[in-house]
């Protein structure tokens, strides 16, 4: 059994109910995160310090799960899959998904301003936390500028115009869940960037469970491809990993910038308008909405930070506020 295994094994072993309250609530992170185009579900996962174990609990459905599986050994075959904390935050991030698609898709198309305000909160919150666990030096510091450009120029890909046929659904849906899984690059701009995004938005608002079969069967074999590279990566090069996810993080802000204008449009066979080419722009102080996108900032800055917190009692802005507080 490797070491990885033995810690989440330990871990289900000492949790209680609040335990799993606390990653159903990770899971609703997650799920309203992974709607958002730009934002990560992943980044939500690894701030809130569950992300290393999500990925053994996925690396676990393998051929001895399968024979325990086979050999009707059921209750084993469920332990080895860490199946109540996978149940916990399936719950809140399937919930997620569900309840809020038609919430959150309605202020993306009525006030985008204000959600993509309340999320730069959260990944730029997000950056100082991770931040502060990497061991900067000169090769860390291009590492995090690599991580930076990358997912800066993803990000600002011009959406395809692809076909919306199960193949293609299939094959996008690999890419996306391998992208969602990476703090700060997010897999619902994969989607967007392909094509794809709407119309499988449109499938879960309307439980299209045609449309859905060949997206849940290209989400699952993305995602138990990559979730063992992931975890190699974490356990062999653990510093450099983190510290390109941070830049991941970083160059991801671009998207998620909320003052921003279109320059170019296209109309899709369907008759959807997508914008094909925008650009950031500073905000007019002397407007309420600007205040009102700074408090929502504010809110996503103060919200990961206290959580981090409660998690690693680490967290360097929260510290800053104690330190002063001491002083006085």
Not at 19 to 29: M, P, Q
Not at 77 to 105: P, Q, R
Not at 294 to 313: A, M, R, T, Y
Request: charged share 15%.
């Amino acid at each position: 059994m490797s070491k990885e295994k033995e810690l989440v094994e330990q871990k289900a072993n000492n949790r209680k109910l609040k335990d799993y309250i606390r990653i159903f609530g990770v899971g609703v992170a997650m799920g309203s995160a992974d709607i958002v185009p730009g934002v990560s579900g992943g980044t939500m996962a690894f701030i809130l310090g569950i992300y290393e174990e999500l990925l053994t609990t996925i690396k676990s459905f393998n051929i001895k799960f399968l024979k325990l599986l086979f050999s009707f050994k059921i209750k084993e075959a469920l332990e080895h899959v860490n199946y109540k904390f996978l149940i916990s935050l399936l719950l809140g991030l399937g919930g997620a998904l569900l309840s809020l698609a038609h919430i959150i898709s309605w202020l993306l198309e009525n006030e985008p301003v204000l959600i993509f305000s309340f999320f730069f909160g959260l990944v730029l919150a997000s950056i100082v936390s991770v931040s502060s666990h990497v061991r900067w030096n000169i090769p860390m510091i291009i590492t995090f500028i690599v991580g930076t450009a990358i997912a800066y120029f993803t990000v600002r890909l011009m959406p395809m115009n692809m076909p919306n046929d199960p193949l293609t659904l299939f094959w996008t849906a690999s890419v996306a869940i391998m992208a969602m899984i990476l703090p700060g690059i997010s897999g619902s701009f994969i989607l967007f960037i392909l094509g794809q995004y709407k119309f499988i938005l449109d499938a879960v608002k309307s439980f299209d469970i045609i449309t859905l079969l060949p997206v849940a069967a290209g989400i699952l074999v993305g995602i138990m491809t990559f979730s063992r590279i992931l975890t190699w990566l974490l356990k062999h090069h653990k510093n450099i990993t983190i510290t390109l996810l941070v830049g991941f993080m970083m160059g991801s802000l671009w998207k998620i910038w909320p003052f921003r204008i279109v320059l170019e449009t296209a109309t899709k066979p369907n008759g959807d308008i997508i914008p094909i080419k925008e650009t950031v722009i500073l905000p007019d102080i002397s407007s309420g909405i600007f205040w009102i996108a700074l408090f929502l900032c504010i809110i996503g800055v103060i919200l990961i930070s206290i959580i981090d917190h409660l998690e690693s009692k680490n967290n360097p802005i929260i510290k800053i506020f104690i330190n002063n507080k001491a002083k006085k």
